[in-house]
């Protein structure tokens, strides 16, 4: 067995998860070579340490606490509250879903000229459309 497939394989050794046969192979393998067994006892004390590091001080009244203040949130709450809120919510959603439309359409539209302006070309109606003549520099780079 090569040392790159003992070693893809040495967690599941460790572990004991491999089958019978193979743990026998990767078992003899690491009798032959010094550098496997080196790396597996490594790996064994890092598995042993995140094993000891593990610990969890579970509180035993931790599961009284929230229970206790789940109920207490729902003694305090009002029921008007929901039935407000399943109301009230969309309908201010819908207001400003229309509000936002129709400040949409009123920046999109374009402002009409009168009769009392038709003297006025379009670029005195769009001030910034064309800037390309009062850029001297764009002007110079273009010809």
């Known amino acids: 067995m090569k040392c790159n497939t ?7 050794f460790l572990e004991k998860e491999l089958p019978v046969s193979e ?13 496997c067994a080196r790396f597996a006892t490594e790996m064994k004390n890092t598995l042993q340490f995140l094993d000891n590091d593990k610990v969890n ?12 203040r789940l109920s207490k949130q729902a003694e305090e709450q009002p029921a008007v509250r929901p039935f407000l809120v399943r109301i009230l919510q ?7 879903l229309l509000l936002g439309i129709y400040g949409g359409f009123k920046l999109g539209q374009v402002p009409k000229i009168t009769t009392a302006d038709t003297n006025m070309t379009e670029q005195e109606v769009i ?17």
């Open 6 to 12: 003992v070693h893809n394989k040495l967690i599941f």
């Open 23 to 35: 743990m026998e192979q990767v078992q003899k393998h690491l009798g032959e070579c010094s550098e």
């Open 57 to 68: 001080d579970e509180n035993p009244f931790f599961y009284t606490r929230v229970k206790e």
């Open 90 to 96: 969309p309908v201010a959603f819908s207001m400003l």
């Open 127 to 143: 001030p910034y459309w064309n800037e390309l003549e009062a850029e001297p520099i764009e002007a110079f780079l273009m010809e």
